[in-house]
Each structure stands twice: as structure tokens, then as C-alpha cells.
């Protein structure tokens, strides 16, 4: 409001907004836990989850699975600060790079160069696959440090997106958490931020290239465990938001993609509680969403921490997922977006 005093009309304008908002809260207490009955998830996954791999090393956390055009997958074991590959037609897994600056979320752009969120280096970098050059493009906003990058996408413009997550909650003392935009001419824009959004995690963008996804996973009481959409406008900014899930109060998502008809497959769920105030509401597995906020079909997952998933293989109907220490996949009846 722009005056120092409230009108009536406004004084019963917010009050009621406070009421919807405390009944929103009072509504999502019961999480999702009532969607999964009579789910048709024979029409999205086509076989049975297969485990490609296992990864073997004094500390795991897989994240960030991308597949590269020659059909290797590459991923993360942030805990050990690596990047690996797996060649589905050898069966053999390899370190691409150590000492990776604990790199999470990965992605190819359409150069087939590969794109890191290196969480602990507090940077996205570019590695020319060809001559293993490695580009930082950021590494800081507004003259401080960016935080810890976790997750990308990229438009059909060449515009990334990525999360950045840290503890500062103080704009005006440093970066908070948020979500940028890097332009192909490398220019930084900051397009969502705290407190607008909690613990900003996956990141997608819609087929068409109109919609924004953005997960949220903050496991704190009354903090968003959601996903949200968002109107993607000509100049990369974004307006008219919408939750279009609530996880709350079970885990709420991870990392996603999405198919080439627009359905998000979102990462999800525990098998067990960890200390937070997340519950056992969200089953762990795999769920496929529509644009609209409805889960069409669930696939369990069978350890945690179930975090990432993507397309791959020729066709672009095989998923592969990081879930703990193993690399997953399963076919799919619905293609991922032409790499």
C-alpha cells in the first residue's frame, strides 16, 4: 500500500488474502497422498525400471544425469566432486573430470558443449567437448558470490536458466537465493529471488518455449515444497505465477524434464524421514505431471535420494535417473524433446 494508512476497503482486502492464505495452508497439510489411486501409469512408462549402474566410492550423491548426443549419459557424484559417464553400448562407467568443484545439475546446450552447476566452486562453467576447454560463465551477481549453482535449463534462444542456493536471506548484504538467466551474449539476469521463492532446485522450460518450471524444496516447516509454473515472456522474464503441485508436507521435488508433449517427470518422495519437516506424504519415485498440475502416473524409485532424471537414448524414450548409487532408466511411451 502507498499510504501510511490502510482504507477500510483495504484493511478487509488484505485480511481476507490472509484467510485464503491460511486456508491454502490448512488444505495442502494433507500433501499428495490421496493422487496416486487409479493412476494410468502404463501409459507413460513402457518396462521395468533397470539399474545400469552402480557407483562405487567412499561418499555418492548422483545428481545432474545429461545425455550427450553420441548417447553417453553423464552425471554427478557431487559428495566426491565428480563427473562421470556411462556408455550404455560398452556397459562402462568412466570419470569424465575430477575435482569438479562439486558440479550438480549438468546439461548439453545445442553446441553439444556441456554446462555445469559447480555447487561448491559457486559457478557455471561450459567444457568444449572437443578440445576440453573449460569457460566460466559466472561466478558472481551484483559484486558478490553467486552461492551454490545447482540446476540448469536452456531455451530454444540459447538462454540459460539456472538455481543458485545459499544461506543468506539479505539481498542488500549479498546474494540470496535465486533463480538467473545467463543471455548468449553473456549477460547475467537475476529473474526470481528471495523471498518471492524458498529453496529454488529443479529447473525446466516448456517444449514451446512459454512456460517456466521451477521446483522448490525447502524441507523447513511452512516453506514451499511445490512446483511452481511461470508465464515465459519474448525478453527471458517471467509473470503470472502459478503452483501448479503442492508436495507439501511430504519431500517435495528435485530435479525434472520434460516429454515432448510438455508432461513434467519430476523427482521426488523419501522411503524415509531425515531430520526436516518433510513427512512420508510424497511416495518416492517418479512422477509425471501435467502442464495443468495433475500426476498422471508414478514410478517408484527403490532407494533414496532419488534426485534427477532425463531423456536419452536414440529415440529419446529412455529416462535415466540418479537415485542414490545407482544410474536407473526405464523405457518411455512418450519421446523426450529433440536434443
Known amino acids: 500500500m502507498n499510504s501510511r494508512f490502510a482504507t477500510r476497503r483495504e484493511f478487509l482486502a488484505a485480511n481476507v488474502a490472509a484467510g485464503m492464505t491460511l486456508f491454502a495452508a490448512s488444505a495442502r497439510a494433507a500433501g499428495i497422498s490421496e493422487r496416486y489411486a487409479g493412476l494410468k501409469s502404463g501409459d507413460f512408462f513402457d518396462g521395468p525400471l533397470k539399474e545400469e549402474v552402480k557407483v562405487v566410492d567412499q561418499k555418492i550423491f548422483t545428481e545432474g544425469p545429461a545425455a550427450a ?30 575435482n569438479s568443484g562439486e558440479a550438480n545439475g549438468l546439461l548439453f546446450d545445442h553446441s553439444g558443449r556441456l554446462l555445469a552447476c559447480e ?112 508465464d515465459l515472456q519474448d525478453d527471458g522474464t517471467v509473470a503470472n505465477t502459478r503452483r501448479i503441485i503442492d508436495f507439501y508436507p511430504g519431500r517435495g521435488g528435485d530435479g525434472l524434464c520434460v516429454d515432448a508433449e510438455g508432461n513434467l517427470y519430476v523427482a521426488a518422495g523419501l522411503h524415509k524421514t531425515r531430520g526436516t519437516h518433510e513427512t512420508l506424504d510424497t511416495k518416492p519415485g517418479i512422477h509425471v505431471i501435467s502442464p495443468q498440475g495433475k500426476l498422471l502416473a508414478y514410478l517408484a524409485t527403490p532407494t533414496d535420494t532419488l534426485t534427477n532424471c532425463t531423456f536419452g537414448g536414440e529415440d529419446r524414450r529412455t529416462l535415466f535417473i540418479t537415485c542414490g548409487d545407482l544410474l536407473l532408466s526405464v523405457r518411455t511411451k512418450h519421446a523426450g524433446p529433440t536434443a
Request: charged share 30%.
Open 69 to 98: 548426443r553420441d548417447g553417453r549419459v553423464f552425471f554427478t557424484n557431487a559428495s566426491a566432486a565428480k563427473i562421470l559417464v556411462w556408455n550404455p553400448k560398452t556397459r562402462e562407467l568412466s570419470t569424465f573430470r575430477e
Open 119 to 230: 555447487g561448491k566452486a559457486g559457478r557455471v562453467t561450459r567444457t568444449d567437448m572437443k578440445t576440453g576447454e573449460i569457460t566460466v560463465l559466472v561466478d558472481q551477481f551484483n559484486g558478490h558470490p553467486l552461492g551454490a549453482p545447482n540446476d540448469l535449463t536452456i531455451d530454444s534462444k540459447g538462454r540459460v536458466y539456472f538455481t543458485s542456493r545459499l544461506p543468506n536471506t539479505d539481498d542488500k548484504k549479498h546474494n540470496v537465493n535465486a533463480v538467473y538467466r545467463i543471455d548468449p551474449d553473456g549477460k547475467i539476469v537475476r529473474v526470481l529471488h528471495e523471498p518471492d521463492i524458498h529453496m529454488p532446485n529443479g529447473v525446466e522450460v516448456s517444449p514451446d518455449g512459454r512456460t517456466l518450471y521451477l521446483i522448490e524444496s525447502d524441507g523447513r516447516e511452512s516453506r514451499n515444497r511445490c512446483l511452481f509454473a511461470y
